[in-house]
């Protein structure tokens, strides 16, 4: 039977007995000993400490290029050296275009002028002719002057289309939302929601939505004031530019804006409540649900194209009338309307018609 006062072996000399034990290791060691393990310990945490020192000072440094900044640039160039060889070519398809237009001017003026040399030599003319030649002319000065019947379109070749790219986050399973936000914004160049869904109609609204929901149809009901028509998406951060055609308006202005979808969903532009930030047309503002002094001209018509900008990270929203080249804008205090912001459309005549482009 051991005794009860028996002690352990040091775990260095195995002689001495142990008076000390270690709750880090569980191991016995003598009084000398026991010190020694102490000092070893002291020394682990010096080398502990030193590591990260070093890595503190490595994180600190200037980062090295990572490795896919070299694939981003190469992308970059391949696509602008594309963008540049495609433009090239439609110049010269344009240019080819042009000249064959002019060829058939320049023959067919031709054929005119050697008739009407030949009839003056032979005395051969009367009024009739006089006519003819006249409106001859006037088709000819037309087709010169007027706009050459041509017009751009998206080629969706696969082999000569760019595709756009983005940086996905592993471990999230999501794409990192690039800040798009330029200096000047301009509204002939809309940036790209690359991490959003396309921009559609939400489907609670008492509007009649069409095409994927992107065509909104004002049909309101007995004695409703028009309707709204929400957004899809939200939006917390980036720059979105969200396009519209006004396909059918009647007597009334439109409203383009937005509200918080943090707080409850709207059911009036107008409000003390409200979170509602925007324009009726696009001369009359509306911020935090109270409408501002302003004319009551209308500039917007059927037809129209306008662009709707959110710029979360400036927290402003802008509204760009193409045809006018005219953009309004407006800060939203984000203390009154929250993240996130939803787009909101109000069409107030029956028949009032917006598509999302």
Known sequence: MARVNERRPCAKCKTAGGIAICDGCNRSFCSNHFIEHRQDLALEMDTIGQNYDELCRD??????????VARINTWEQDAIDRIKKAAATARDDLQILINQIKTELVSTAFIVVTEIKTSRDSNDFTEGDFQRWTEQLKELRRAFEAPFNVYL???????????????????????????????????????????LDAEKFDMKTDAIL?????RALCHPKFRSPGVLVYG???????????????????????????????????????????TVY?????????????????????????????????????????LYHVRDNRTVQITIDTNKCPFPWRIIVKLT?????????
């Open 153 to 195: 379109e998206n080629d969706t070749n696969n082999e000569t289309s760019i595709n756009l790219i983005r940086i996905f986050d592993e471990r999230t399973a999501k794409c990192i939302p690039a800040n798009t936000m330029d200096e000047v914004h301009t509204p002939s160049t809309p940036r790209m929601n690359i991490f």
């Open 278 to 318: 925007g324009w009726w047309d696009i001369n009359s503002s509306v911020i935090n649900g109270m409408k501002q002094e302003s004319s009551n001209e209308q500039i917007i018509s059927t037809g129209d194209k306008v662009v709707l900008t959110i710029d979360c990270n400036n927290q402003q929203i802008h």
């Open 210 to 214: 069409s095409d994927d929901n992107l």
């Open 349 to 357: 005549a029956s028949g009032d018609c917006v598509r999302i482009l």
């Open 59 to 68: 994180l600190s440094a200037e980062p090295k290029e990572h490795s896919l």
């Open 232 to 274: 899809y998406n939200t939006y917390s951060c980036g720059t979105h530019d969200i396009s519209f055609r006004i396909e059918k308006k009647g007597i009334s202005r439109l409203f383009f804006g937005i509200y918080s979808d943090a707080k409850k969903r709207i059911d009036s532009i107008l409000g003390d409540d409200n």
